[in-house]
């Protein structure tokens, strides 16, 4: 009679305990809820939102709105270095201190001007007088008249003596002739060209005749 009310006693202990092995495994493998992080600044309307007090600099949406973006979305940096100056002064940038390089670039503004020549008469009795081309004939409205443009130095090293016109007839053929001037004595002269501009009057017309450069 003892036997089967302690086994009794006993089935009942041990199903109390499973009972609370039981509770205690399922508790532990229930999942808690993860807490949510915290947003990040982002750029746009996000981050003016979860954090009022980020950089929205540089903001870019989708595209559509936004003039000369090209949808994608991103966010482009601003250049960090100035760009180069069109003209004045400007520094090589690959060397610093004492060794910087300084150059000056030519401010142009408006359209450039060809440059005015120089209007010339001859003058007969020049020295080492020789033949020299010239670059332009520009005949006048009276069909007689012919405007020519040269390059020469400067005088009194470089001084026109005087033309030459041969007709033929199809051609008409102009020469210059240059030379120093043999009164200046020994000087020297600036060894630039000049472009310069003399009239020669033709004694015939020149009536559909072409121009021939005699040098």
């Avoid at 991103?74 to 201190?97: F, I, L, W, Y």
């Avoid at 001084?159 to 053929?173: I, K, R």
Wanted: negative net charge.
């Amino acid at each position: 009679m003892h036997q089967p009310l302690r086994a009794l006693v006993a089935t009942v202990v041990a199903a109390a305990a499973l009972t609370i092995v039981v509770a205690t495994t399922s508790s532990a493998a229930t999942p808690v809820a993860a807490e949510p992080a915290p947003a990040t600044p982002g750029a746009g309307a996000a981050c003016a939102i979860d954090n009022p007090d980020c950089d929205d600099i540089g903001f870019v949406g989708d595209g559509d709105n936004e003039p000369g973006s090209s949808g994608s979305g991103v966010v482009t940096a601003p250049p960090t270095t100035a760009p180069a100056p069109s003209c004045g002064p400007t520094a090589d940038g690959s060397r610093s201190g004492p060794n910087t390089t300084v150059a000056t670039l030519p401010c142009l503004s408006g359209p450039q001007r060809r440059p005015q020549p120089l209007i010339v008469v001859p003058r007969s009795g020049m020295a080492n007088v020789r033949p020299i081309a010239f670059t332009s004939a520009t005949i006048r409205s009276d069909d007689r008249t012919v405007d020519i443009q040269f390059w020469g130095g400067v005088e009194p090293c470089s001084v026109l003596d005087h033309v030459d016109v041969a007709y033929d007839t199809d051609t008409v053929t102009i020469t210059l002739w240059d030379g120093s001037d043999p009164n200046a004595g020994m000087v020297a002269c600036e060894d630039i060209a000049m472009l310069k501009q003399v009239t020669v009057p033709l004694g015939q017309a020149l009536a559909g005749r072409r121009i021939v450069d005699g040098a």
